[in-house]
Nanobody, 120 residues
């Protein structure tokens, strides 16, 4: 099994910054992609940003220029630096990874989620 542990959420004022972290552990052979999704109350879960093992990134239009995703392959950890936060960024942020476990079976795992609240 692969476990994801997220950290870094919280309450911040509009215009502020937060940094989310997500560390993957367990029976991991390799990780292809890591990413962040978010789900606001009454809305569907949406992709925020993703990054491949080679460093290619993809962002939702709503966060381009404000959020930056990065990863440390040696630590199986992905980060999301969120700047210039807006109230509409308020949501539960979930980490997601795809890879191959030590039995060479593909997997996809979700983190438990971390709350980000942007409010004055």
């Amino acid at each position: 099994q692969v476990q994801l542990v997220e950290s870094g959420g919280g309450l911040v004022q509009p215009g502020g910054s937060l940094r989310l972290s997500c560390a993957a552990s367990g029976s991991i052979f390799s990780i292809y992609a890591m990413g962040w999704y978010r789900q606001a109350p009454g809305k569907q879960r949406e992709l925020v940003a993703a990054i491949t093992s080679g460093g290619s990134t993809n962002y939702a239009d709503s966060v381009k220029g404000r959020f930056t995703i990065s990863r440390d392959n040696a630590k199986n950890t992905v980060y999301l630096q969120m700047n210039t936060l807006k109230p509409e960024d308020t949501a539960v942020y979930h980490c997601h990874t795809e890879g191959r476990n030590s039995n060479y079976v593909n997997f996809g795992s979700w983190g438990q989620g971390t709350q980000v609240t942007v409010s004055s």
